[in-house]
């Protein structure tokens, strides 16, 4: 089934100390998302690339990047961690950047910070 | 700027009985209304969307939403509740660039279904 992969399902990492989450996607869509979620919140967009083309939204932390490599898979980085970026991370796709297109989302990775 | 209001942020329901979780938006354009479904520790899954056409709109797993506009709602409806649609549910209204599209999510509705 084409589907939208993320990995790792749970993350833990220490304060500070980098991470990467990874998202794959064999719907071959041209766009896709990072999404934050904290606990009892709606997800918040984090980034989104058209092919390989990218936005961040004006409010995301620079202690967040994204990469594209190319155009199954999507990694968000974050540099230095803090307690308050423990979260549910959010990959999801879309076959175009529409406003009518549906998005695909994945499992998430949960991250925890110690 | 768009906004979405989800009136509720807990509702509770006996199996079997009729859901009804609430949606209201604001929009200087006509919107694309878009309701997701949120298992636990899962991602969110689209249950139905609105786009144009047939303000009725029929979706996933016995839900339906009627767009209307005079009243800027897009409320979700099952008949029967089951266990199974134990759950939260966000509304979305969506907005696009040349990047990408935006929803703008309103902050949810926890369902429980009591047996």
């Known amino acids: 089934d084409a589907m939208v992969i993320q990995n790792p399902r749970y993350q833990v990492t220490q304060f500070g100390k980098p991470v990467t989450l990874s998202c794959s996607q064999t719907?071959?869509?041209?766009?896709m998302y990072w999404y934050q979620q904290k606990s009892s919140q709606a997800p918040k967009l984090l980034f989104h690339?058209?092919?390989?083309?990218?936005?961040n939204e004006a409010d995301t932390p620079d202690n967040f990047q994204s990469r594209r490599p190319n155009t199954s898979f999507c990694f968000l980085d974050i540099r230095s961690p803090g307690l308050g970026d423990a979260a549910m991370y959010l990959c999801?796709?879309?076959?175009?950047?529409?406003?009518?297109?549906?998005?695909?989302f994945g499992p998430g990775t949960r991250l925890t910070v110690l | 700027a768009q906004s979405v209001t989800q009136l509720g942020s807990h509702v509770s329901v006996s199996e079997g009985a009729l859901v009804l979780l609430r949606c209201n938006y604001s929009?200087?354009?006509?919107?694309?209304l878009f309701w997701y479904v949120q298992y636990p520790n899962q991602g969110l899954q689209l249950l139905l969307k609105?786009?144009?056409?047939?303000?009725l709109v029929k979706g996933i797993n016995g839900f339906e939403a009627e767009f209307k506009k005079s009243e800027t709602s897009f409320h979700l409806t099952k008949p029967s509740a089951h266990m199974s649609d134990a759950a939260e549910y966000f509304c979305?209204?969506?907005?696009?660039?040349?990047?990408?599209?935006?929803?703008?999510f309103g902050p949810g509705t926890r369902l429980s279904v009591l047996p």
């Open positions: 979305a209204v969506s907005e696009s660039d040349n990047y990408g599209q935006n929803f703008v």
């Open positions: 719907l071959n869509h041209n766009v």
């Open positions: 609105y786009t144009t056409g047939a303000t």
């Open positions: 690339y058209y092919d390989k083309d990218f936005n």
């Open positions: 929009s200087s354009v006509p919107p694309y």
């Open positions: 999801a796709t879309s076959r175009g950047p529409g406003d009518t297109d549906t998005q695909y």
